[in-house]
């Protein structure tokens, strides 16, 4: 039987808090308390929401915004090697900073001589809040409980939210709870011939209204027919409901219709189908948007989207790295979508790029979709720590090509439109140019609830030297942790190697797909002999359940994919599934999981699984 240990809510003493936040010579990010120990006082800087950026920036006369500090450190070049003597410290006192564009810190604002440049939330973590939307106001009542407000045609969103809860944009036919994606409808093959078509979509007679407007509507998408591996979010071009035919404005990932099933998809953003609390329409030619609120109107926060980014962390290029900083405590919430997606090229070199193996344009984002609410790129040695990142359209942390010793840890990631935490390194056989990465004693929950196809809490992509560990996944459509390349790429040209996964709790993954593990491997060592060189200890996975609807092959705790081979297994432990527990090649070391017989479930360290009793926020859904 699979052990459920339930931690009880966590909070962090004030007085424990108050220690960890002190000033003069005090315990601060990075390399702060050696240099405290040593006699070494940082630069501090104040930020506060209602301070001034033509003020001093001290305790007392703080600037109003995270890019005056930057700008000054600038301008004063007070991180110039040779002269940074100790951390400089940017204190953000408690409050909201809105942002409107994205705060940019490239390699003028690094820190050098082994010290660090630091954004923290001074009155502790969590407590200085950066946001990337704006309320939305002027509403006015339409009918049956939805208000209308203008909100422009200069500047679309495609995601909202009411009081820090997002709004769910409305469709056909409505979710089953707020947290499901579920139910659906499933296309149909018009003529045999259709079968391989990526842009008709083609319904069951009666099946849809031909009175909608559908001038403004999407369509989300498991494409592929009886696959459930990716989700596609595409406009609709136009349709001719006599025909029960539609026609979306770009091509999906994969084919509508396969021999075993059709598609499973809803329609979304109509006016026609805005008929339940927590829903919201947006007409983008008038610039109106229509919702209906969960509470009264005159109570509640709307917030509107501003940015797809609040933090873009990056060196001019690979030989011009920004290093050396740390994020400390801040809380960034909401970020945007994107007016379309699909996940990666449909075929080889679709990218355009010239590559030693471009079959690899088939396993990442497209150029427009690469980025998250902190985007890292061109770096060394960047720090989040104590962060709550929540909210976001997309992806909350990406880091992308080159960047090394990049650590997120104890921080709190939720209500997330893509990933979690994202690594996208180079292409195969072109150069290791990203890895020893370490992610620890993260709580990451409510992932993917946007891109539910392919979301995972850790997704690595050709990366290697990488830690993940003490750390709890939440609430997944499909993946839990993952590490990737390709089957296609040759031996040393694939840099996904000595990556260490360790103390992780993995639950509700695989809500709505198939074919899948929550723990999951893709083409990461393709020939033999197959060296163990990646390692799995201490995991436990819980019941992997998918939606009824879903028609793919079923659910694993472990899927050990084409390719997925050299690592060793010890101490692993899941629960149900609707197929293998673990599937593999037999080109893999277990010893003492819960799919062999001779399981010791006394050599499970169940304490020391998910994320510490350090762990500096209260848990999402834990007892108070």
Sequence with gaps: ?????????????????????????????????????????????????????????????????????????????????????????????AGDY????????????????????????????????????????????????????????????????????????????????????????????????????????????????????????QAVVWSGGSWSWFTDTVPIRDWNPAKNQMTLSHWTRYALMNSRSGSRYFLQNSLDFLDQAGEYYLDYGKGQLYYKPRGDIDDVTVMRPTVKTLFKIAGAAPDRRVADISLDGLALQYTDFVDWYRYG??????????????????????????????????????????MRISDTGFTAVYALFANDRLTVRDSLLENLGADGIKVEGGYPGEGDISGHHLFTDNYITHYGELVPGDAAGVELLNTGSNEVSYSYFEHSARYGVTLEVMPEVGPGDSYARNNTFKYLRIEKAGLDSGDMGAFYTYGVDNTEPHTSNNSVSQVVIGDVIPDGSMPDSGTRGVHMDAGGCGFSFTDVEVGKVTDDKYQSYRCNTVENANWQDGFDPSRMEYDKIGVKPSFPYPLPGADG
């Design 1 to 93: 039987m699979l052990r459920t240990i339930r931690r009880p809510q966590l909070r962090l003493p004030l007085v424990v808090a108050g220690a960890l936040l002190l000033i003069g010579g005090a315990a601060l990010p990075g390399h702060s308390a050696d240099a405290a120990a040593a006699g070494c006082r940082p630069t501090q800087l104040f930020v506060a929401p209602d301070g001034r950026d033509g003020a001093k920036g001290s305790k007392d006369a703080p600037w109003r915004t995270i890019e005056q500090a930057r700008d000054h450190i600038r301008a004063k070049g007070l991180n110039r090697p040779g002269k940074m003597r100790c951390d400089i410290v940017v204190n953000l006192r």
């Design 98 to 217: 809105p942002v409107s564009r994205t705060i940019e810190l490239d390699d003028r604002d690094s820190g050098s001589g082994g010290h660090r440049v630091v954004y923290r939330s001074y009155d502790g973590p969590g407590k200085a809040r950066v946001l990337g939307a704006e309320p939305v106001t002027g509403w006015t009542e339409y009918k049956d409980g939805i208000y209308r407000a203008d909100v422009g045609t200069d500047r679309r969103f495609y995601t909202l939210f009411e009081d820090g809860k997002r709004a769910t944009t409305a469709r056909y036919p409505n979710r089953g709870s707020d947290d499901t994606w579920a139910p659906y409808m499933f296309s149909v093959l018009k003529e045999p011939e259709k079968e391989a078509v990526h842009q008709w979509l083609y319904s069951k007679p009666g099946e849809w209204d031909a009175s909608w407007d559908l001038s403004n509507a």
């Design 345 to 386: 090229w449909i075929s080889d070199g679709d990218s355009g790029d010239v590559h030693k193996y471009p079959v690899y344009d088939r396993q990442i984002e497209m150029n427009r979709n690469r980025f998250g609410a902190v985007t890292v790129t061109n770096s060394s040695g960047i720090t989040l720590q104590r």
